[in-house]
Structure formats: structure tokens, C-alpha cells
């Protein structure tokens, strides 16, 4: 009975140690192949800005398409948003409540948390 216990205990320990683990590691490394998605999709709009002098528009999603977005319903994924100060964000909405998974060209890093440009 006791090497029951301590086997059940054992194993719960393990879980809640992977699962703090996993918890605290980089964003890049849990959700390494979105972010290596976005990396490619920041490339490619910086260089259409660089050509275009301007960002491409939140809803013309023939050039979202043809600079690498997913098409998602009525939308891209990730979702593409800009402000009328030049700042671009994508956020990948996989969640509805969020904080969500999101880059903004002023940070220029990939964080955690909720937009903060709202078309």
C-alpha cells in the first residue's frame, strides 16, 4: 500500500515538473514553427513596404495571399492588422479569450499578449 502511494505520488510529482517546465520555456521554442511562419511573412511585408513605400491593407487578401498568408474564412491566418502610424501586428487568434501569440513591428518581438491595434 505504501509503495503504492509513493509510486501515485512519484508520477504526479513528474507531470507537474513537465508541466512547469514546458510552462517557462521561450516562446520560440513552444510554438517554434508559427514563429518561424511569421518570421517569413515580417520578411516578406517588410520588403513590400520597402517596394511599395506603404504596408499592404488589412483587408486586400489577394496580396496578404500572395505574400504568404493563410487565407482563413474572411480573414488571414495570422490575423494582419495596421494603425495609420505604419505599425503592422500579427496575431494568431487560436484562442477567443486570448492573450494571444502576436508580433508588432514596433516591438519587433514575438510576445504573449492582447492586440494593440484595433481595426
Known sequence: MKKTIIIIVSILLVFVIAFTVYWNLPIEITRKSDVQFGNQLIENIEVYKTINKKLP???DLK????????????????NYATDNQGTYELIYMDEFDGPYLMWNSQE????????????
Open 108 to 119: 519587433k518581438k514575438w510576445t504573449i499578449d492582447y492586440p494593440k491595434i484595433h481595426e
Open 63 to 78: 496580396t496578404l495571399e500572395k505574400l504568404g498568408f493563410k487565407k482563413e474564412n474572411q480573414s488571414t491566418k495570422p
Open 57 to 59: 491593407e488589412n483587408q
